[in-house]
């Protein structure tokens, strides 16, 4: 395999999936729901030559981070269930990458570009912009972050502010 010249958008992305236990394995994918990416158990395949959208891959990390532990390390296998992910993982995974671009400092755009999200990136845009998480009370139920009411009773940061990473 080639080796690409990375951008500092994803070598952002690649130390922060570190530091929270996402593996990023490079690896040649003949075929792939989004191009160049693959789930695997608890990682992320990456082909850079067939990389498109860099910003998939914090979409990706957000299907592991609100999946189960258990259910993280079947990822990419047949053991996974075939209802994975289910509706509200989907959205969550989709909040879950504004907080973690929130938190890298990228611009919504680019993980929330025009060629993907059913072309409704711009409906996430505006709707995070202007605080309307949708997924937030998933999110809050499974442990990793706060609402501004919880948040306030707690003495913590509210949502974007993520209390952890990584779903139990």
């Given at each position: ?20 236990g ?11 729901f ?18 498109l ?10 299907h ?23 509706q509200a ?14 938190h ?19 409906w ?43 779903r139990?």
């Amino acid at each position: 395999m080639a080796v690409k010249e990375i951008s500092l958008e994803i070598k952002k992305i690649l130390e922060f999936l570190n530091e929270i236990g996402i593996d990023v394995i490079e690896k040649e994918l003949d075929t792939s729901f989004l191009p160049g990416l693959s789930l695997g158990p608890n990682c992320i395949y990456i082909d850079y030559d067939q990389l498109l959208y860099p910003g998939d891959i914090l979409h990706e990390a957000g299907h592991l981070a609100v999946t189960t532990s258990a259910e993280r390390n079947k990822a990419g296998t047949s053991e996974m269930s075939p209802k994975w992910p289910t509706q509200a993982e989907e959205i969550a995974a989709i909040l879950w990458s504004f907080a973690a671009a929130n938190h890298l400092q990228l611009p919504l755009d680019f993980v929330f570009h025009p060629n993907g999200y059913k072309g409704a990136s711009d409906w996430f845009i505006s709707n995070f912009s202007d605080k309307n998480y949708i997924g937030l009370p998933f999110l809050e139920w499974i442990g990793l972050t706060l609402s501004n009411d919880r948040a306030l009773k707690e003495g913590k940061e509210a949502f974007p502010v993520m209390q952890k990473w990584l779903r139990d």
